[in-house]
């Protein structure tokens, strides 16, 4: 297989209610949407950069130059392409993995569906439904986030996440667990404390939670250990795993009990599967997490949610829950699960008319 041309476009996506963290409040999600075209068909992709450097150092017009500019070029050279010679091709160039598991993942789903192979079939899924999950921003006021809870309880999500920050974390969790008992119940700091606060999170042990999602900075992963000595409940790492490697050494250190694998932020599903591994190796549970993908991540993230090491729900929620229209035929929460597609690659298929509405620019490259 050769690769013989790549599309990229840029989309805007607009929520259907604004999505606040302590990264900031998002009220449009954009986002590439990668159309690798090879001598055996074409496959799709989707670059999880966010607008603006604040989830990662990651951003949409620095992951459209890089892959213009340096990884697309390297890919072009290799002769008898196919997903899995994408990240060695690319290794040189550091970092960019967001980018880079977008390139991947549109080669290997042209690969995969020249072969009728799904994506399921080929990470080695063992589910054909995936449990589903549902993550909830910070709210104004905790009425408000009571009102959003119960209304994803009533679609049958099967777990709830609670973003917090120091302000909104105690109260906000001693609410939830009051009005709705005994709910599968985890919250995501997204890297907003600091090794000072540790005392204070341990006021969460009394909630039952599953898990706190990344509490301190990423790159602290002496500090996640040394923070697990203190709480109770499971310290789950997100932003700090970035390889399987790095899975390896936080397992190793103690700084973890749980994994958030994000495929985006990995640099691919191929690495995603990998980090599977170790963790499964070491008796860790994971999860996918989400980075408000349309139905072509969608799509992917459910194939790497159905191997046997995601025991947790994990945030692979229904279409509805961030866009009134997707680009895809909408994934639909049917009794708390998502079906995992069985389509040749990832086994969606945008749907054009969709797709042309939420682009703002396209742009051809040739080989």
């Given at each position: 297989?050769?690769?013989?041309?790549?599309?990229?476009?840029?989309?805007?996506?607009?929520?259907?209610?604004?999505?606040?963290?302590?990264?900031?409040?998002?009220?449009?999600r954009?986002?590439?949407?990668?159309?690798?075209?090879?001598?055996?068909?074409?496959?799709?992709?989707?670059?999880?950069?966010?607008?603006?450097?604040?989830y990662?150092?990651?951003?949409?017009?620095?992951?459209?130059?890089?892959?213009?500019?340096?990884?697309?070029?390297?890919?072009?050279?290799?002769?008898?392409?196919?997903?899995?010679?994408?990240?060695?091709?690319?290794?040189?160039?550091?970092?960019?993995?967001?980018?880079?598991?977008?390139?991947?993942?549109?080669?290997?789903?042209?690969?995969?569906?020249?072969?009728?192979?799904?994506?399921?079939?080929?990470?080695?899924?063992?589910?054909?439904?995936?449990?589903?999950g549902?993550?909830?921003?910070?709210?104004?006021?905790?009425?408000?986030?009571?009102?959003?809870?119960?209304?994803?309880?009533?679609?049958?999500?099967?777990?709830?996440?609670?973003?917090?920050?120091?302000?909104?974390?105690?109260?906000?969790?001693?609410?939830?667990?009051?009005?709705?008992?005994?709910?599968?119940?985890?919250?995501?700091?997204?890297?907003?404390?600091?090794?000072?606060?540790?005392?204070?999170?341990?006021?969460?042990?009394?909630?039952?939670?599953?898990?706190?999602?990344?509490?301190?900075?990423?790159?602290?992963?002496?500090?996640?250990?040394?923070l697990?000595?203190?709480v109770?409940?499971?310290?789950?790492?997100?932003?700090?795993?970035?390889?399987?490697?790095?899975?390896?050494?936080?397992?190793?250190?103690?700084?973890?009990?749980?994994?958030?694998?994000?495929?985006?932020?990995?640099?691919?599903?191929?690495?995603?599967?990998?980090?599977?591994?170790?963790?499964?190796?070491?008796?860790?549970?994971?999860?996918?997490?989400?980075?408000?993908e349309?139905?072509?991540?969608?799509?992917?993230?459910?194939?790497?949610?159905?191997?046997?090491?995601?025991?947790?729900?994990?945030?692979t929620?229904?279409?509805?829950?961030?866009?009134?229209?997707?680009i895809?035929?909408?994934?639909?929460?049917?009794?708390?699960?998502?079906?995992v597609?069985?389509?040749?690659?990832?086994?969606?298929?945008?749907?054009?008319?969709?797709?042309?509405?939420?682009?703002?620019?396209?742009?051809?490259?040739?080989?």
């Open positions: 297989m050769k690769l013989t041309g790549i599309e990229l476009r840029v989309i805007e996506m607009p929520l259907v209610a604004p999505f606040r963290t302590s990264f900031g409040v998002q009220t449009v954009e986002a590439i949407v990668v159309r690798a075209v090879t001598t055996d068909g074409e496959g799709w992709g989707e670059c999880v950069a966010m607008q603006d450097p604040l990662s150092s990651e951003y949409v017009e620095g992951s459209m130059d890089v892959i213009r500019r340096f990884l697309l070029p390297a890919i072009a050279q290799v002769d008898d392409l196919d997903g899995s010679k994408v990240a060695p091709a690319l290794e040189q160039f550091k970092g960019h993995r967001m980018s880079k598991a977008a390139l991947e993942t549109a080669i290997l789903d042209a690969e995969l569906r020249a072969g009728g192979i799904s994506l399921a079939r080929e990470l080695g899924a063992v589910r054909a439904e995936v449990d589903c549902v993550s909830v921003g910070i709210m104004d006021s905790i009425p408000q986030l009571l009102d959003a809870v119960d209304g994803y309880l009533a679609e049958g999500y099967q777990r709830i996440k609670l973003k917090i920050e120091p302000g909104w974390d105690v109260e906000p969790v001693r609410a939830v667990r009051e009005r709705f008992g005994d709910i599968l119940l985890q919250v995501d700091a997204n890297t907003a404390y600091r090794r000072g606060d540790a005392q204070h999170l341990a006021l969460l042990d009394p909630f039952d939670l599953l898990l706190i999602e990344q509490p301190l900075d990423e790159e602290d992963v002496i500090g996640h250990a040394k697990a000595e203190v109770r409940t499971p310290i789950c790492l997100d932003e700090s795993i970035v390889s399987a490697r790095a899975a390896a050494d936080a397992i190793a250190l103690g700084a973890c009990a749980i994994v958030n694998i994000k495929p985006g932020r990995v640099g691919g599903y191929l690495e995603s599967r990998r980090i599977h591994d170790v963790c499964r190796a070491n008796d860790v549970p994971v999860w996918c997490g989400g980075m408000l349309t139905g072509i991540g969608r799509a992917a993230n459910l194939a790497l949610a159905a191997l046997p090491g995601f025991t947790l729900p994990g945030d929620s229904g279409s509805s829950r961030y866009y009134a229209h997707d895809t035929e909408p994934f639909v929460v049917t009794d708390g699960t998502l079906s597609p069985t389509g040749p690659g990832i086994g969606v298929t945008p749907d054009m008319d969709a797709l042309e509405a939420v682009t703002t620019r396209t742009e051809w490259i040739a080989f």
